[in-house]
């Protein structure tokens, strides 16, 4: 009998790890390049009360084990890599990846990170960054006189100055592509850091060897869908209370088994 109220607890355990990712997925969906996460289950050791045995000659034996399952874990949160839609801003600075790649960032302490996040914005001295002040990598400073800024899809960046007719180039912005994407750790700030699951990054143009191409005027919504993250939590909801029935239903039996004289 206590095997069952074990078994429930560990149900219970792994739909609350459940509805805490489906509780992460929708705060932000609001959050420029965020990425949905589900969560993975995976069952425990089996007891097993009685092995399966070899076939007898003269007939007989064992085919099938008699096995009791020990409940349930959460093996893994698995990140959805899926197209968010494109929400159309009108702000020279803001880019949107269609496809695959990530933008790579540099922070203070030196190290690179990786986003999906293009809501990028000019330092004090007219260094592309991100909007918690990071440097977007490889660099790039616009001039202060600069009346138009053109990013093409390409990732070559161009600005219009006055007192020339052509546009200055002032490099290109590259992305960041990795052989398990999944693999990447989720470090806060809309940043994500290479690990030794994801693999180590290969920088390429946009456009180029499976690399997404680049969209000016644009940032990736969330690919987050409520309606679907709302049927999520109701039956994780459900699967809950079921488990919490079990070990009501354990404990009703445990009382009439004491009961009895």
Known sequence: MLRCLYTAATGMEAQQTKLDVIANNLANTSTTGFKRSRADFEDLLSETIRSATAPLAQGGGRPEPLQIGLGVRTATTTRSFAQGDMIATQNQLDLAIEGMGFFRIQ????????????????????????????VVD?????????????????????AAVPGR?????????????????????SIGNNLLGATAASGEPILLKPGEQGAGSLSQGF????????????????????????NSKVIQSADQMLQKLTSLR
Not at 109 to 133: E, H, K, P, W
Not at 138 to 158: E, H, N, S, W
Not at 165 to 185: K, W
């Open 107 to 134: 922070r203070a302490s030196g190290d690179f990170a990786y986003t999906r996040a293009g809501n990028f914005r000019t330092d004090a001295i007219g260094r592309l960054v991100t909007q918690t002040g990071e």
């Open 165 to 185: 007719v052509e546009p200055s180039e002032l490099g290109m912005i590259r992305l960041a592509v990795f052989v398990n994407p999944g693999g990447l750790d």
């Open 138 to 158: 490889p660099g790039i400073t616009l001039p202060q006189d600069a009346t138009k800024i053109t990013i093409r899809g390409d990732g070559t960046v161009l």
């Open 219 to 242: 940032l990736e919504n969330a690919n987050v869908q409520a309606v679907q993250e709302m049927v999520d939590m109701i039956t994780t909801q459900r699967a809950y209370e079921m």
